[in-house]
């Protein structure tokens, strides 16, 4: 694999990653526990849909094979797509979601701090920029975790049984292929190794604050940068993808 | 504590640029101090009007009355000595 | 001063153009018509979200996506400076949801339709939207202060809501026959219900008088109406698109378009729940806002530790 084919793969794995969270939290639309928290997961929707675009953007414009954007969001398939298992699974309950945010958002703040010194020109300014946004999703996320912790005995029961059933998605995250070795050899990303080991020290501080244990026993589950995935992103697929799909010649 | 509630009303107070004044935007429900700050910046900033938040508790407000009107104000008006402009300077006068 | 006095000195107030305030006297009256009002329009925005949340996960382009949800996220925006205006004759948020699910307040009844296709983002947006902006601009002008503020905030806003829709719908016009079919469609169904969005006629609206006396109308719902009509004709026009109404024509000599009468027990059937997602839509909200219950306890058990802990380091 060229540096360039490396390259046009990573930035689908970032746009995915930032697209399948974005849908996941549209999901939420008309259904937060009050208006203003509705308010608040549009906004981290908002922003995660704008870094998806970005990076489709770029990865079109890296291929050079008139393909668009919207064709890499809209026209790929469950096997094509290469973002983490962690992003792809379903709600769950506010708990849930938030977990789930909470131990992405970790992840993307140390991943775009790395790559805020990439010496590919795109992705560091894409770093820069989001770095902003997924540090205010890891604020509000952490904060929400610590309630939970602190509230009552059902909402720590609730952040308990999310932290249990998505920690088996967290090693995927850090999981490298041959793109990150051929990026990280020229100095276009980074090593996930770095961002392991701040990320551990971040989760960990934090669910100890919200009263969270992390489960001794669990199946490690791994392989979303190779396009296998959870049975939960073809559902998403089908549905994000159904005009696109079923009426491949209309432009919208 | 199975009652619903929608959480205490918080006033906020947006300044649009730096140095500029803080002013009244509207209102948010929240639970606590964190939460107030990040809902009224989830609302009131959402089309990048905002530099800085302050949110106050509604109970805070203590605010006059239509009642009061007159004797708090009108007695201002006519003490226009407060104003530049009552004052005659001199011809050729400058930089004053 | 005895409380004739007061209502007279008020309705000098109203007819020198002064806004009142929520610490000024007004009338019981006054204050239960603009809550009722103002708790349905918030009512309205907030249920408003869910017509358009049926195709936010459907949406065809990145490009559509973040408008879509840019506009759902505004309407739950706009909701809540309403909800804010009526809160300010001392009813909690608490209160008119649970008016709201017990039926006694209502909401817009044009949410009762359901969102079919794609093309219904486009019609909700160029007409539902539309309509509103012809009500909404007149009530930035009302006498209550609280509610002609959040009015004008809302209007500011919402410059972009009716663009973007006529935009879904021009394309679609433009488009392949069967997105120009599905742009119809959307037309000839969403097409009377907008025009019912004004209410009733001026001479069966039982509320217009105190309203249009007390300026929290100041302009009649068949002259808004009308407004929307002549507007509405010409884009749609514009576009290829033809108004599903037979008898419509011009008068030269008004410079009006005229229409066929519109069909009111339609209209009332809707208002009293038989619309086809009135169920749908109480239920979704009812279902979610039990499902936040234990969330907000939780903040709220959080909150009452913080204060009596740092009560226990102050009493120290």
Partial sequence: MNTKEALINYSLRLADNSMIAAQRLAEWNSCGPYLEEDIALSNMALDFFGQAETMYEYAAQLSNNNSTADMLAFRRNERQYLNCLLVEQPNGDFAFTMMKQFLYSAFAKYLYEALSASNDETLKGFAERSLKEVKYHFRHSSEWLIRFGNGTEESLTRAQYALDELWRYTDDLFCMNQIDEELISTGISVSSDTIAAKWNFTVKETLQAANLIIPEKFNVIKGGYNGIHSEHLGHLLCEMQYLQRAYPDAKW | MKQDNQFPQWEVFLQTKNGGPY?????????????????ARDLYTRRNEGRSIWVVPTECIVASTKEMEEEFFDPAQDKIYRTPNFYKMPKGTKNL | MTEEEKAIQFQQRIDAGEKIEPRDWMPDDYKQTLFRQISQHAHSEIIGMQPEGNWLLRAPSLRAKKILMAKIQDEAGHGLYLYSAAET?????????????????????????????????????????????????????CSYGPYARAMVRICKEEGFHQRQGYEIIANMSAGTREQKEMAQDALNRWWEPSLMMFGPHDADSPHTHNSMKWKIKVESNDTLRQRFIDRTVEQAHHIGLTIPD??????????????????????????????????QRLNHHKKYHQE????????????EKLKSESAAIKSN
Avoid at chain 3, 108 to 120: C, E, G, R
Avoid at chain 3, 253 to 275: A, Q
Avoid at chain 3, 292 to 303: L, M
């Fill in chain 3, 246 to 279: 037979k008898n419509l024509k011009y008068n030269k000599e008004t410079m009006h378009w005229e229409t066929s009468p519109i069909n009111w027990d339609e209209f009332w059937n809707v208002v009293k729940g038989n619309g086809p997602c009135n169920h």
């Fill in chain 2, 23 to 39: 002013e009244h935007q509207g209102t948010v429900h929240a639970a606590d101090k964190k939460m107030a700050l990040q809902n």
């Fill in chain 3, 292 to 303: 936040g219950q234990w969330v907000r306890d939780c903040a709220r058990a959080f909150e």
């Fill in chain 3, 89 to 141: 004759f001392g009813i909690d948020r608490t209160e008119m949801i649970a008016m709201l699910h017990s039926g006694k307040a209502k909401y817009s009844s044009i949410f009762n339709y359901p969102a079919l296709t794609w093309a219904d983002m486009g019609a909700i947006g160029w007409l539902v939207d539309g309509a509103a902006i012809v009500n909404q601009t007149m009530l930035a002008k």
